[in-house]
């Protein structure tokens, strides 16, 4: 049986990597309304970005490919905002069909050009420390720290500048930000680059955890939509609180219930908080 | 997170005979016949044959899957040899290549158009995916047509031989055994290895997927008996990508080792296990492992892991092993992985049970093959015949199919048993 401390670093250490994850969702998820269903590729060519430049191409070490990810990340995001979703984003059904078969593609062109086998990257931070008496992987602490920064970052982003307000108030209301001279599409495109850097990001932990691979997208894809539901839509603090929550469930049910329950309860609990409260934790209702 | 699902939308075909092929068999044909006509006088009893075409069905397109890519090119070296040489048949004989997406209905859908299409072929081999095999038998039965699963290890097609054989009978399984004999191998290195290994006590952990309950069930009954204390056994979740909370209760309990099943979460879980910097040992059955380039993928994490396997090229199972590994790195680049040496026996015990035959009538072939004893790449192929379970698949066995157990050591796979194949004994971490 292991510890209570180490049920409690590993819901800490697991959880800020879901929230990392789930943020650059909620971002789009939140401000448009649009479901992004290419944001698990973005994690995968973000993670693909890093291969390249420490395993593939060249190798300019695990920090120096961070610069690539994020700027790849950005540009993906950016040109699938301007080219395609700007276009049709008022209307979600084709916007989901649309992102679909964009990251279907993405899955594919991985797939013929880079094959299906499962590639390493290295990890940001290697090794292992103690902490309380327990091991702790240098890694984790990483992904922890990184988290919260983006997590602050992001909060005092969203309240502190005029752009960050100008999101808040498009993601209120596309028809009253316009009204006071707010340039939505802009603010929408700034969205999805932030969205892109973070999901790059994602990626680059998700690759070295879990190894790289073509279809690796789908399941961060799938968690960050459970989290961002569960947290409420267009809540940063509801993703925050949605996936320590989920995190939590997950190491509690693996230590004290079974390992073979991990994928079933925080689905479970997701069901529960929906019927309770459909809008989520922290939902705000969309307002025209 | 799963790892390797089913992803592909798009059904990708490899036709290696394409309307100049048809044409092409069509003109084989006929000059064959003609010239058998001319010689029947000197023939003897030996039947007239046409040209023989083989049919595999691969998971996916070749170049999207290491066990595709060694299906493939496994049959293809095989086609390639038994046409140049007269050895055995005399016939011109080629492949034609077909995916199934691991789709059941994909691979119903080509099966049947590969044994009543238009040119029936004579033979289909391959298969990786368990739920297409078993999609597929009907139509194997439906057509009479000899097919030899080397990729799928579900009990329940020879189970279905065995309930219904005149019907099923077409269904061999060649140089793979199936997974409740995979359990069976976990348990017998378990028995001979453990104690020098210095794995007193182990956690079994075992991926929840249909494919591993025949396995987990066999060593399991073994295990009860057999000199290791069993602190952990876990049948974790499908999907599992967080090894963490399993690894740290594996060291809570003081486990020498972790003896695994694994094929779909193996990469996480061998990623992490290194990168975390583990305790205990990791080793049994991890699919990922065996394929020689995963060193490399994975920066070296599987140092020091071992995994069953049937075969690598430069371990001499049979006299045909390391030949056969050589003339395939010569011809495509690269090693093979188990597939393509259990598609490539399959493709020489079909011509070999032909030749014995002196026929390609499906049932003086069923009857051959039941005889047969064939010295493949991956040990002597006889396979079960009706009266035993599991009937038409490779017998287990140490004068059968034995399979491997290879660690990784200095970046290469070193087999560490059966002792009269191992070259260096397991090093501990």
């Known amino acids: 049986m292991v510890s209570v401390i180490n049920i409690v670093i590993n819901s800490i250490t697991i959880s800020a990597l879901y929230a990392l994850i789930a943020i650059g969702f909620t971002l789009i998820f939140g401000v448009g309304g649009v479901l992004n269903l290419t944001y698990g590729a973005v994690i995968t060519i973000g993670a693909y970005v890093v291969y390249a430049f420490t395993r593939g191409f060249v190798d300019i070490g695990i920090v120096g490919a961070i610069i690539p990810a994020l700027i790849v990340g950005a540009v993906v995001s950016g040109v699938l905002y301007n080219w395609f979703i700007r276009h049709i984003q008022d209307e979600p059904i084709v916007v989901m069909i649309l992102t679909l078969l964009i990251a279907l593609v993405v899955e594919e062109l991985f797939a013929v050009g880079a094959g299906s086998r499962e590639r390493a990257i290295p990890l940001l931070w290697e090794g292992q420390l103690s902490v309380l008496g327990q091991t702790v992987q240098q890694n984790d602490i990483a992904v922890f720290v990184l988290s919260w920064l983006v997590i602050i970052g992001i909060f005092l982003f969203i309240n502190r500048t005029t752009t960050g307000q100008a999101i808040v108030a498009t993601s209120m209301s596309t028809k009253g930000a316009a009204l006071v001279g707010i340039n939505t599409t802009r603010i929408n495109l700034y969205t999805w680059i932030i969205s892109g850097m973070l999901a790059a990001i994602a990626g680059l932990f998700l690759g070295s955890k879990y190894g790289v691979y073509p279809g690796m997208g789908l399941n961060p894809l799938i968690l960050a939509f459970t989290i961002v539901v569960l947290g409420g839509i267009g809540s940063i603090r509801g993703s925050v609180v949605g996936a320590y929550l989920i995190g939590t469930l997950e190491v509690l049910t693996a230590s004290l219930v079974s390992h073979s329950l991990t994928q079933v309860i925080p689905l479970v609990v997701l069901v529960v908080v929906l019927i309770v409260k459909p809008e989520g934790l922290f939902g705000r209702p969309h307002t025209e | 997170m799963a790892i390797g699902s089913d992803r592909h939308t798009m059904v990708n075909e490899d036709h290696t005979s394409g309307s100049a092929a048809l044409n092409r068999r069509s003109f084989l044909r006929a000059s064959t016949v003609a010239g058998g006509l001319a010689l029947a006088g000197c023939l003897g009893e030996q039947e007239e044959r046409d040209g023989i075409s083989v049919g595999v069905l691969l998971p996916s397109p070749p170049d999207e899957n290491p066990v595709s890519l060694s299906m493939r ?151 009860e008996d057999a000199d ?90 049979t006299e045909k092993t390391e030949a056969f590994g050589s003339a395939y790195v010569e011809e495509f680049g690269q090693e093979p992985v188990f597939s393509a040496y259990t598609t490539y026996d399959a493709v020489y015990s079909y011509a070999t049970a032909v030749q014995e035959a002196g026929s390609t009538d499906s049932d003086e072939v069923v009857a051959a093959l039941e005889d047969q004893r064939y010295t493949g790449t991956v040990g002597n192929i006889e396979y079960a015949d009706a009266s035993e379970p599991n009937a038409h698949d490779t017998v287990y066995g140490p004068d059968n199919v034995y399979g491997i157990y290879a660690q990784w050591q200095d970046g290469e796979q070193v087999p560490i048993f059966p002792e009269e194949l191992a070259t260096s004994s397991y090093q501990g971490q």
């Open chain 2, 73 to 223: 090119n496994g049959a293809q070296l095989a086609v390639d040899e038994l046409s140049e040489s007269d050895d055995l048949i005399t016939e011109e004989i080629d492949l034609i290549v077909e995916s199934t997406n691991g789709q059941p209905s994909t691979g119903q859908r080509v099966h049947e158009e590969l044994t009543r299409g238009e040119d029936p072929v004579d033979m289909t081999t391959g298969i990786f995916t368990s739920e297409v095999l078993m999609a597929v038998m009907d139509s194997i039965a439906d057509s009479r047509t000899p097919h030899f699963t080397t990729g799928a290890n579900t009990p329940a097609a020879s189970e279905v031989v065995n309930e219904e054989y005149d019907r099923y009978k077409y269904h061999f399984r060649t140089g793979l055994f199936n997974s409740h004999y995979l359990g069976e191998s976990m348990a017998d290195f378990a028995n001979a290895n453990f104690e020098q290994m210095g794995w007193d006590s182990i956690a079994v952990l075992i991926e929840d997927y249909e494919w591993t309950i025949p396995v987990a069930e066999r060593l399991n009954e073994r295990l």
């Open chain 2, 228 to 317: 290791v204390e069993v602190v952990m056994d876990e049948r974790y979740a499908a999907g599992t990508d967080n090894f963490d909370p399993i690894y740290d209760e594996i060291e809570s309990e003081g486990a020498d080792g972790a003896y695994i099943c694994m094929a779909h979460t193996g990469v996480p879980a061998v990623l992490q296990w290194a990168q975390q910097n583990r305790s205990f040992g990791f080793g049994g059955i991890h699919i990922p492992l065996q394929y020689p380039n995963m060193y490399e993928d994975l920066d070296g994490a599987p140092e020091g892991a071992f995994t069953q396997n049937f075969a690598t090229p430069t371990t001499p199972v």
